[in-house]
């Protein structure tokens, strides 16, 4: 079962910041925070990951809680194109076995 | 740099044969996933080869088999198909090291391979 809860879905209008939620409540000291987006059966495409710190790259935004029990994806300025299943994931780098959950569906609204 | 690749795209197969799936990883990387996504859910991870060998299997039956080749490229065998193999197949390739300093972040995943068993 995947270590991860997301919400099944979320709006968001074009151009405003999306913000997705992930509870990862027995995430364990080793473990990183990896977000993925697939678009309509394409696919997984990799966001960002993290451990304990707080990460930007030029697609999105990680923000981890300080217990690391929770952590929020942020899509600064979203487009249309953005509309994709985001998954939230918990693992260890070396053997990685990536278990997804159902994700979160975000719909970008014009 | 070259991403990862899947071949075929499509593919239909009767209940009972088998099927050879292909994967070719991103350059410079070392170890292959694979993952079957029916339709509405999230992945679901097969196996993954290093170094040529297996390291580590999820619930899934024997008859789903793989080979992972010098060149990193590897292979999804699935024999005596059922219906409920119908699925999206997908490969993720990263980089695995054994030394300080070098880690496995993220894994790229391939376009996939539809496969449809009737």
């Known amino acids: 079962d995947a270590k991860t809860t997301q919400p099944p879905s979320m709006d968001c209008a074009e151009g405003r910041a999306a913000n997705l939620p992930c509870n990862h409540s027995?995430?364990?000291?080793?473990?990183?925070v990896y977000w993925y987006r697939q678009i309509h059966s394409q696919g997984p495409q990799y966001i960002i990951h993290?451990?304990?710190n707080n990460e930007t790259n030029e697609m999105a935004s990680l923000i981890i809680t300080e217990d690391r029990k929770s952590s929020t994806l942020i899509l600064p300025h979203a487009t249309l194109r953005d509309t994709a299943v985001y998954y939230c994931?918990?693992?260890?780098?070396?053997?990685?076995?990536?278990?997804f959950g159902p994700g979160t569906r975000l719909s970008v609204l014009p | 740099e070259t991403g990862v690749t899947q071949s075929p795209t499509h593919l239909i197969k009767t209940r009972g044969q088998q099927v050879t799936l292909r994967c070719s990883s991103q350059?410079?990387?070392?170890?292959v996933s694979w993952y079957q996504q029916a339709l509405g859910q999230g992945p679901q991870f097969i196996f993954q080869?290093?170094?040529?060998?297996?390291?580590g299997r999820g619930n899934f039956p024997p008859r789903f088999s793989g080979l992972q080749f010098p060149n990193y490229s590897s292979e999804l065998n699935v024999n005596a198909l059922e219906l409920d193999d119908s699925a999206l197949y997908l490969c993720?390739?990263?980089?695995?090291?054994?030394?300080?300093?070098?880690?496995?972040?993220?894994?790229?995943f391939g376009p996939g391979t539809r496969l449809t068993v009737t």
């Open positions: 350059s410079g990387h070392n170890t």
């Open positions: 993720a390739s990263s980089l695995v090291g054994t030394g300080p300093g070098l880690a496995s972040y993220e894994q790229y």
């Open positions: 993290g451990l304990k």
């Open positions: 027995t995430i364990s000291g080793n473990e990183y």
């Open positions: 994931i918990v693992s260890y780098t070396y053997g990685q076995n990536f278990v």
């Open positions: 080869y290093y170094r040529e060998e297996e390291n």
